[in-house]
């Protein structure tokens, strides 16, 4: 079966440079969520999409904005990267909306700034 | 608020022996439980959901969890675990505000 499609799985940026991560929901998926792992550390909840509209909206940094597009595919955009902001970056997505509907995982973009 | 605690950071047992890993929410109404497994370098992984209905859960991989109300637990438990069963172990809860709440996750060592 289809799964969710994360890239690039790795990144490499420098400080104060630019990132784009890009997630792909399985097939009729209409919702995205987007989490951020830093090391040793549970999933925090970013932001959300329902039919390409922002849903819910979590401890993400005004330094970065996300977007979903017609074809429900999502982009991350990460700017004035800083070291903290390392992590593994997790895209999930589910049917129709709502958060209770359950969310399947992609594998994760692993983004290191250095 | 909605919380989940996984009281175990850290796991071994022994190839072959039982599992059980712990998780507690805290929620007023009935929640929306989840564990997910995430081997290294790697995706969460699904392994099982309680929404509504029979507390006892079958999920993939042979895992089963039992979710106690009067206890506010969702165990996780396997019969007998193989060595590819070692993974980082996450219960997950979704609230009255629809966010998802994960635990602070439970590393599975596996010993030959």
């Known amino acids: 079966a289809a799964g969710v499609i994360q890239s690039p799985r790795h990144l490499i940026k420098e400080k104060r440079e630019t990132a784009t991560l890009k997630c792909y929901p399985i097939?009729?998926?209409?919702?995205v969520y987007w989490y951020q792992q830093g090391p040793g550390q549970d999933p925090q909840f970013l932001i959300s999409?329902?039919?390409?509209?922002?849903?819910d909206k979590g401890s993400i940094p005004d330094r970065f904005s996300a977007q979903q597009f017609s074809d429900y595919h999502s982009e991350l955009n990460m700017s004035s990267l800083e070291l903290g902001d390392s992590a593994l970056y997790f895209c999930?997505?589910?049917?129709?909306?709502?958060?209770?509907?359950?969310?399947?995982f992609g594998p994760g973009t692993r983004l290191l700034v250095l | 608020a909605q919380s989940v605690t996984q009281p175990d950071i850290h796991i071994t047992v022994s190839e072959g022996a039982s599992l059980e890993l712990r998780c507690n929410y805290s929620?007023?109404?009935?929640?929306?439980l989840f564990w997910y497994v995430q081997s290294p370098g790697q995706g969460l992984q699904l392994l099982l959901k309680?929404?509504?209905?029979?507390?006892l859960v079958q999920g993939i991989k042979g895992f089963e969890a039992e979710f106690k109300r009067s206890q506010s637990s969702f165990n996780l438990r396997k019969p007998s675990v193989h060595w590819s069963d070692a993974a980082e172990y996450f219960c997950?809860?979704?609230?009255?505000?629809?966010?998802?709440?994960f635990g602070k996750g439970t590393r599975l060592h596996i010993l030959p």
């Open positions: 999930a997505s589910s049917h129709s909306g709502g958060i209770r509907e359950t969310q399947y």
């Open positions: 097939p009729r998926h209409d919702t």
């Open positions: 999409f329902y039919e390409k509209m922002q849903s």
């Open positions: 929620y007023g109404a009935t929640p929306y």
């Open positions: 309680y929404f509504s209905g029979d507390t």
């Open positions: 997950a809860v979704v609230g009255r505000d629809d966010k998802i709440i």
